[in-house]
């Protein structure tokens, strides 16, 4: 192994600082800046096309930027290649796992090109098989694997050498949900390890439940950045609905839910139903009903509707995630 | 140095990945013995028997070694056909972005290739000494021939991979790896004379590399003398394997997986 063991002071573990990529006329990436804190999830998320696959082949040296820097760690992704292959593991779009081997012989061989000692290679490949479910199918050729499991042994596979960066290119998208379910436990697992991880994703939910802080593309650029509840934010805080029993408390049921609340108070034609802004925070559903209650109101609902990340995603880009799923 | 003992490691390591896989697939091992078996049949039984050439009074000793090295050369395309698979599969974006010898990806696959190749090869000999063939140029000879066989059709193994390199799925691999194989043996000394053919075919025959790999092999598992063929052979051969090894490193190092 060349003597690339560089200690390395950057605090960032990914960086990418106007990176302009483009195929023929496409501009898949517009100069995209990125800055990923060492130990962080952060998570990638854009409709089909947006430029989220290149980004990621341009951090894991698969693609040369025609224009601006990438590191990863401090190292420069196209002066230094093979520095940032011995620090990242890569689990790309499809999962890349040779079929006619077992799931045990695909991670000695990724092992091996690690060049990783054998017997360290063996051990490993026992946790990782151990950690992903897959001791019992450790032995069985890969082409009879499910999709789940497949995808499971392709991120083992990545962490055979226990890289410091994980790039993870929509690692859910095909599993059926109960899959998807245990892959994000996998990916919080790792987190909570320490590996920083870069992930991509269409799924808003995903984004939101794994990422700390989410960049959101669209067209090769930057629309947005910041952590799920800054972006629901962004477009508007909560909103409180309240449904009461009968429609002669309505009078009373608006005084008392307007000092509770952080703007007007709304009521629907039936007289049962209001709506209004207010502060999201932990107490308000119990508070606003203990305050019906004790004015003698009936209360049949109460619920606090926080903006989705597709909220977030329709007001950014003026589209919705799903009419963009059919696409690839 | 370092460079060499990386690539040598890395390469068979990519290698193994191959081998591992061959005695596991019963299939492959029958139809990659078979279809030499099959080519000795036909040309022996259905052509032997009409065909005369100058100088041989057993057709068979003629033609079998044609056989030996059309089969060698048949069997690198499957150097193509296994890296554009490993393309599509995406595979080959693991490997780049592993802290591997970049080169290893393709000589690991020319080097497995060549080992099934050989597999090929030792059937086809016993078959053939079962059906009356004869070294009669001795031991060394014989070695010596079959060096310059191996060694021709490994050269092709990268121009296959230059193909695979280049073509976006696995059936393109397989009719452009294959397609250029039937003339390039076929339009040769392998099977007939080529003083027969007509006059604006022969000089193709006589300059086809194929055709002087034939002949160097034919003279020295029959014991004749073999002249300058085996040295234009092996500088064809090593001529291949610098040209193309260059064009596919360039191939591989820009190839995605779409
Ligand atoms: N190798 C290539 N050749 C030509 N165009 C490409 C290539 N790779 C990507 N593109 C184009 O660049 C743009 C961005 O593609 P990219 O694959 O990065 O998008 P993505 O966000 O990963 O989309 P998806 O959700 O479909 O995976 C698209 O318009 C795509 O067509
Ligand atoms: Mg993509």
């Known amino acids: 192994m060349p003597g690339h063991t560089l200690t390395v002071n950057s605090p960032l573990a990914v960086e990418m600082n106007g990176i302009v990529k483009t195929f023929g006329d496409t501009r898949a990436l517009d100069g995209v800046d990125l800055a990923v804190p060492r130990g962080a999830v952060y998570g990638l998320l854009g409709p089909n096309g947006a430029g989220k696959t290149t980004s990621v082949r341009v951090l894991t040296t698969l693609l040369r930027p025609d224009a601006g820097t990438a590191r990863i760690d401090g190292i420069d992704v196209v002066a230094d290649p093979h520095a940032v292959r011995q620090r990242i593991g890569l689990t790309g779009q499809y999962a890349a796992v040779e079929e006619r081997l077992t799931a045990r012989e695909n991670l000695g061989f990724v092992g091996r090109l690690f060049h990783l000692p054998r017997a360290r290679v063996a051990a490993r490949a026992d946790e990782l098989l151990e950690r992903f479910d897959l001791t019992d199918a450790a032995d069985r050729v890969v082409k009879g694997f499910s999709g789940g499991m497949r995808r499971r042994l392709d991120i083992a596979m990545s962490l055979i050498a226990e890289p410091s960066v994980l790039f993870l290119d929509e690692p859910t998208t095909g599993l059926d949900p109960r899959s998807r379910l245990g892959m994000w436990d996998v990916i919080e697992e790792l987190a909570a390890d320490g590996t920083t991880v870069l992930l991509t994703t269409q799924y808003l939910e995903e984004a939101d439940r794994l990422a700390e802080q989410i960049v959101v593309i669209d067209h090769g650029r930057v629309i947005a950045e910041g952590s799920p509840d800054e972006l629901k934010q962004r477009i508007g805080g909560a909103r409180l609905s309240v449904r009461i029993a009968r429609p002669e408390n309505q009078e009373r049921a608006m005084s008392t839910l307007t000092p509770l609340c952080a703007g007007e108070v709304v009521s629907d034609d039936a007289r049962t139903g209001f709506s209004a802004p207010i502060i999201a925070g932990d107490g308000v559903v119990p508070g606003v009903i203990r305050a019906l209650d004790d004015a003698g109101v009936d209360v049949l609902d109460v619920e606090v509707r926080r903006p989705s990340l597709d909220d977030v995603f329709l007001v950014l880009t003026g589209r919705t995630t799903d009419a963009e799923e059919d696409a690839s | ?258």
């Open chain 2, 1 to 258: 140095m370092n460079r060499l003992r990386w690539l040598l490691h890395d390469s068979w390591v990519e290698a193994e990945r191959h081998l591992r896989i061959i005695p596991r697939n019963v299939e492959l091992l029958i139809f990659a013995s078979i279809q030499p078996i099959m080519f000795l049949a036909i040309f022996v039984y259905v052509f032997g028997g009409s065909i005369v050439i100058p100088g041989f009074d057993n057709y068979d000793q003629f033609l079998m070694p044609g056989i030996f090295a059309q089969t060698l050369v048949f069997g690198s395309a499957f150097t193509g056909i296994g890296l554009a698979d490993d393309l599509q599969k995406g595979l080959v974006d693991r490997l780049r972005s592993l802290p591997m010898s970049r080169s290893a990806v393709i000589v690991g696959r020319t080097i497995s290739d060549l080992v099934r190749n050989l597999f090929t090869f030792v059937v086809m000999i016993v078959v053939a000494l079962a059906i009356g063939f004869r070294f009669t140029g001795g031991a060394v000879d014989a070695i010596t021939a079959t060096a310059l066989l191996v060694l021709f059709s490994y050269a092709l193994s990268w121009v296959q991979a230059v193909i695979g390199l280049s073509v976006s799925s696995v059936e393109a691999a397989n009719s452009a790896g294959f397609i250029w194989m039937f003339p390039l043996t076929f339009v040769s000394s392998a099977f007939v004379d080529p003083s027969n053919m007509p006059g604006w075919l022969r000089p193709v025959a006589d300059a086809n590399p194929f055709t002087l790999v034939t002949n160097s092999a034919r003279a020295l598992y029959n014991g004749n003398p073999v002249g300058n063929d085996a040295w234009w052979a092996l500088a064809w051969s090593v001529g291949i394997i610098v040209v193309f090894s260059t064009m596919a490193a360039r191939r591989f190092s820009r190839s995605t997986a779409g």
